[in-house]
């Protein structure tokens, strides 16, 4: 038997906190719920520090932001409590005491206030728009007008856990290949910055005709040390000229479009954006949005406006009683599969339950991508920091050579 920290709210909304024993988490859910208990937070308890590790430095008083982990944590709370059958004032005022978060916390008060003075849910998340995305808010409008906000908070916890999960899944795929593409620049840069510097002074000082390769090397340790002020202005021009160019409506859809069609990163972004329109659109229909303006949503969160083009299309589709499968065809980016679930989900009447399944598979595939994508790069990178070093240091020998070979 296990120790578990819990929190949770009684019959009356009164947070309690302790310590519980069981053999795993949902058995210490379930001991919590026979005791007429509403569990919040269960987790095994955090272990001791001791010695150097007790020691805490003093924390800076800066203003901490929303994450989306504090968001998913209160739409997930929200949820339970409003399913236990507490008022939502009671619930909101709980969260508000709950949060870990000074920001959140901020923010759960002052939606507690606007709900007491008599808006709905839905109004007062929208009083804070870097918080709340319209998706969030438009589910939440639909929940309120159904009777359904438990169900639809539900549902929101599980679209936000998926968008996480991947997300961090990708990060976390990507950290060793940028260390060592990292690293690599680094001691390429030691070496002709630094290393080659003292041998140029050997050299010089022994008169030989050092091989093409040594020089051009010197040549290039010249110029970084020379002129790297130079260096760093053009890719602070380069990069501000891109951006400028990516915010204008022409530069970015071809930005985006370019996007789709590099030869390795273009299939994954593909996959990733039809994962996320398929999961967004199936989490509005399912929650109740109305589809022209779960479409409105969609085309706003896409982050592609290739897509956002595309969503258009269907709006004009489903205007006319095209459906959605038919306009999306003509987009080129949602691939045959997609396609034909989306179709035959039009087909069944199941539309809402077949674009989950289509988010649910593409997401596998996108994990599938970066697994082979990192496990192409890593020997990639390595072959080509081994090269670059190989070649700088038998550049070297080579001049060490000549040197040597000099008449006395």
Known sequence: MAQFQYRAADGEGRV????????EVSGAVARLQERGLIPLRVAAPAPKRSGL??????QLSLKKRVKRRDL???????????????????SLSILSELSENPEMKAVVADILQSVQRGKSLAESLAQHPKVFEPLFINMVKAGEIGGVLDTVLQRLTEYLESASELRDEVRSAMIYPVILLLTSFISVTILLTYVLPKFATIFSQGGATLPFTARMLMGVSDAMRSYWWLGILIIVAGAVGVTHWIRTPAGRLQWDRTRLRLVLLGDLA???????????????????VPMLQALDIVRDVSGNVVLAHAVDEVKVGVRGGAGVAGPLSHSGVFPPLALQMISVGEETGRLDDMLVQVADYFDREVRVTVKRLTSLLEPVLLLVGGVVVAFVVLSMFSAISSVNNMPL
Do not use: C, M, N, Q
């Not at 309690?16 to 053999?23: D, K, Q």
């Not at 998913?72 to 009671?90: C, I, M, N, Q, W």
């Not at 996959?271 to 996320?276: F, G, L, N, T």
């Open 53 to 58: 590790a007790s020691i805490s430095l003093p």
């Open 270 to 288: 593909r996959k990733i954006a039809v994962a996320r329109f398929a999961r967004t659109l199936g989490t509005l229909l399912r929650s109740g």
């Open 16 to 23: 309690l906190e302790g310590l519980i024993e069981a053999a």
């Open 72 to 90: 998913l944590v209160f739409t997930h709370e929200l949820s339970t409590l409003l399913g236990a059958g507490l008022p939502l004032d009671r």
